[in-house]
Every structure is written in C-alpha cells, then in structure tokens.
C-alpha cells in the first residue's frame, strides 16, 4: 500500500489515501495501470489522504493540508456507540 501511493504520487501527481490504494491494487493488480485485462477501469477514492496524515506525509515527503471540513470533522466529539457482536444487534442499528 505504501509503495503504491509514493508510486501514484510521483508517476501521475495523484495522492491516494490509504484505502484509494488498495482500490487501486484490485483495479491494476501487478499489471501496471493498464489494468489486468489492458482495458481502461475507475475506482473511487474513499477519503481524503489528510486523514490518514501520519502515514502519508512521511511516505509522500510533505505535509498535507486539511481542507477546513476535515479538520473541524477530526477535531470535533467522537461519538462511540458500544455493541455486542452480533449480526442482529447491527441490523438493529440500521433500523435506526
């Protein structure tokens, strides 16, 4: 995951998340960015690198700015709601 956001970062200018990366693992696989098949594929970005800061920036050589949204969210309360593990106890939570 590392060597793949210093790679996307310093061939395309394009500075993945940690998760992005992996999106972008299962998109190319060991193919490159053709793609597995030599066809043209997407894949979506789940967050914003800045969030991940304490493993981006060292891996990219540079801070990272926070857009003033993700700044206020990570600085914000967290609201932590306990569960037992259980599937109906998670259903539950999807009812509201």
Known sequence: VRATIK?????????L???SA????GLVGDAGPVGRDGQA??????????????????IVGRAI???????????GPQHIIRIRASLDRVLGMLDG
């Open 7 to 15: 790679q996307v970062y310093e061939e395309r200018g394009y500075l």
């Open 17 to 19: 998340d940690p998760h």
């Open 22 to 25: 992996i999106a972008y693992l």
């Open 41 to 58: 594929g997407i894949f979506l970005a789940t967050a914003h690198p800045a969030k991940f800061a304490e493993i981006v920036e060292p």
């Open 65 to 75: 700015e926070k857009p003033a949204a993700l700044a206020e969210a990570l600085n």
